[in-house]
């Protein structure tokens, strides 16, 4: 049974600071792997989706890698801005795309 | 391009009682999602349909839980009877096709079971 794990629950940053946000699962057979947004009281906001092919997708000042072997995906957000502060939350896509298995998310606060 | 709707934005219920949500998905999109997130908790798969048919609902709790998706459009999901446990934010999905595209939610439903 794949499960999601997101390190850290909690982030709080300085504006202008670049940051990582990391997302681990257990089984590497994966088929896709998306992140979101969430921001309070809302529903989720899809940032990027990484297909088991690809090594990386860029959006603006986001850049999320994966790396299936080692069961790991990384979000980067340059140069942080108060607006950023939300929670992300990666989703792991299995049986070819069929269902998603979500992480407990990363809530992030970068201070002005 | 409209997003996914979903109604009401919130209930306040006491349990025992019967409660049912509303989604009405992107136009064209063929696979829609229930998810339950729990305050803290990353967003879980209750139920999947592609189209009108139930591709995977194994942690929809069936003694309580029903979902139906009349001519593979809007959908309804219902509480039957409530319980404390079931309060959280339910969320409907949905993609074009399963695979290859992004998932696209509504801004979910949030449910108080007193």
């Known amino acids: 049974k794949q499960e999601v794990t997101q390190i850290p629950a909690a982030l709080s940053v300085p504006e202008g600071e670049n940051l990582v946000l990391n997302c681990s699962f257990t089984d590497s057979a994966i088929y896709n792997l998306q992140w979101f947004r969430q921001d309070p009281g809302k529903g989720l906001t899809s940032l990027l989706l990484i297909q088991s092919s690809q090594r990386e997708q860029t959006s603006g000042r986001l850049n999320a890698s994966l790396d299936k072997s080692s069961g790991r995906s990384t979000l980067y957000i340059a140069a942080s801005q108060p607006g950023d502060s939300a929670t992300y939350l990666c989703?792991?896509?299995?049986?070819?795309?069929?269902?998603?298995?979500f992480g407990p998310g990363t809530r992030l606060s970068v201070l002005p | 391009e409209a997003g996914v709707a979903q109604s009401p934005r919130y209930k306040i219920i006491e349990k025992r009682q019967s409660v049912a949500f509303w989604c009405n998905p992107i136009s064209g999109h063929a696979t829609l999602y229930w998810y339950q997130q729990i305050l803290g908790q990353g967003p879980k798969l209750l139920i999947q349909f592609q189209n009108n048919g139930v591709v995977d609902d194994s942690q929809l709790p069936k003694d309580r839980f029903s979902a139906e998706r009349l001519k593979g459009v809007d959908s309804t999901l219902k509480i039957q009877p409530a319980k404390l446990e079931d309060s959280a934010v339910y969320l409907c999905a949905s993609r074009p096709v399963a695979g290859l595209y992004e998932q696209y939610f509504g801004p979910g439903t949030r449910l108080t079971v007193t």
């Open positions: 989703a792991v896509g299995d049986n070819y795309g069929q269902n998603f298995v």
